[in-house]
Each structure stands twice: as structure tokens, then as C-alpha cells.
């Protein structure tokens, strides 16, 4: 069985904006995906700081992703775990992939169930 770990990277403004989203930008690849990785004989850890330092410069050491879902489905072969990192604007550096607004991409139902799970306040 492959499991794929899934991180949703959402950058936080100063801004509030009470009606909508704007304040906030989602990391996504060259594809407009969430940034993910298949875990393979790495560990866990060793995984998600690939994964962050292929796309930012966030270090696992000072902010962890906290893990939000985990989605199997009957007969499948493959997992997901779904991880999100909150922080604040300006704290690092995009290398690879796109900071956008949730009207900017298509965000899959299941990982609108983790944004919305994820507290308000950073």
C-alpha cells in the first residue's frame, strides 16, 4: 500500500477581510495541486522536510505541519494524509510552485474539510 503525504501550506495576511478569503494564499505545485510526496523508506519526518524544502524554505524544526486527515478507501491501494501549515505572511520563501487565493485554483472537497477544520487565528 502507497501512502501519500498531502501538505496544505496556507499563508496568513494582516488583513482581515470578514466576507471572504483574501487574506489568506494556499501553496500549490506547477499543477495547482497541494504539494505532496509518496512516503517511501525515509521516515516520516525526513518526508514532510523534502517535501517543504523542495517548495519553501520552512524547516520542520521551528514549524510542524499538523496532521488533519487521513483518508483510505475501501479497496484502495493508495492513503493520504492530509497535513496543514498555518503561518504568518512573509515567513518564508516560495522556491517552486504558486502562493494563490482560493479563487485563483479548483480546491478538492477533500481538502476543504482540513481548511476548514484549521483554527482562525495563527
Given at each position: 500500500?502507497?501512502?501519500?503525504?498531502?501538505i496544505?501550506?496556507?499563508?496568513?495576511?494582516?488583513?482581515?477581510?470578514p466576507?471572504?478569503?483574501?487574506?489568506?494564499?494556499f501553496?500549490?505545485?506547477?499543477?495547482?495541486?497541494?504539494?505532496?510526496k509518496?512516503?517511501?523508506?525515509?521516515?516520516?519526518?525526513?518526508?514532510?522536510?523534502?517535501?517543504?524544502?523542495?517548495?519553501?524554505s520552512?524547516d520542520?524544526?521551528?514549524y510542524?505541519p499538523?496532521l488533519?486527515d487521513f483518508?483510505?478507501?475501501?479497496?484502495d491501494?493508495e492513503?493520504e494524509?492530509?497535513?496543514?501549515?498555518?503561518?504568518?505572511?512573509?515567513?518564508f520563501?516560495?522556491k517552486?510552485?504558486?502562493l494563490l487565493?482560493?479563487d485563483?485554483f479548483?480546491?478538492?472537497e477533500?481538502?476543504e474539510r482540513?481548511i476548514?477544520?484549521?483554527?482562525?487565528?495563527?
Amino acid at each position: 500500500m502507497k501512502t501519500k503525504i498531502s501538505i496544505i501550506v496556507i499563508e496568513v495576511t494582516h488583513d482581515y477581510d470578514p466576507y471572504g478569503m483574501t487574506n489568506v494564499k494556499f501553496l500549490v505545485d506547477e499543477d495547482y495541486n497541494f504539494i505532496s510526496k509518496y512516503l517511501t523508506s525515509k521516515s516520516l519526518n525526513d518526508t514532510i522536510q523534502d517535501l517543504l524544502f523542495k517548495y519553501t524554505s520552512i524547516d520542520i524544526r521551528l514549524y510542524y505541519p499538523q496532521l488533519s486527515d487521513f483518508i483510505h478507501k475501501e479497496k484502495d491501494l493508495e492513503s493520504e494524509a492530509i497535513y496543514v501549515l498555518k503561518l504568518p505572511k512573509d515567513l518564508f520563501s516560495v522556491k517552486e510552485g504558486y502562493l494563490l487565493t482560493a479563487d485563483q485554483f479548483e480546491i478538492k472537497e477533500q481538502y476543504e474539510r482540513s481548511i476548514r477544520r484549521t483554527p482562525k487565528s495563527i
